[in-house]
């Protein structure tokens, strides 16, 4: 759950959809939950342990553990958005199509997912086959 937290969370703070919310597995069963207080969002399991939080900054956001130790980055390019460890090693890119539709792809720069927006605000994942990963609303 960890891939799928960063990754609708990452959705969630680069669209500004909302500043709370609960994230779900592909079944619909709730795996925890967001919320925003000013340039950080702090993701919560599902009984309210606190598991991570993003920071936005100048050039794009960086994320840390729930012991606030620095586990990576996110930078903004001309096409949409780079990822790093703590390293600084790129570890994957994320794409925004016209249609709204976010691709995923490793460090390889396979497509490893897909994330799409419906007109009720959720956001599902999906990941290189089509199969639903998980969804945040």
Do not use: C, P
Not at 11 to 18: C, D, K, M, N, V
Not at 50 to 75: A, D, L, M, R
Request: proline letters at 0%; aromatic letters at 16%; zero cysteines.
């Amino acid at each position: 759950m960890k891939k799928l937290f960063s990754l609708l969370i990452l959705f969630f703070l680069l669209t500004s959809i909302a500043f709370a919310g609960n994230t779900y597995d592909k079944y619909g069963s709730k795996t925890g939950s967001y919320k925003t207080n000013g340039s950080t969002t702090t993701h919560y399991d599902a009984y309210g342990r606190k598991t991570g939080t993003i920071k936005s900054t100048s050039s794009g956001y960086n994320t840390y553990n729930e012991y606030g130790s620095k586990t990576g980055s996110v930078k903004q390019t001309s096409s949409g958005y780079n990822s790093y460890d703590q390293y600084g090693r790129k570890t994957g890119s994320y794409k925004t199509g016209s249609n709204g539709t976010t691709t995923i792809y490793d460090s390889y720069g396979r497509k490893t997912g897909t994330l799409k927006t419906d007109s009720s605000g959720r956001t599902t994942q999906y990941d290189a086959y089509g199969r639903k990963v998980g969804s945040y609303k």
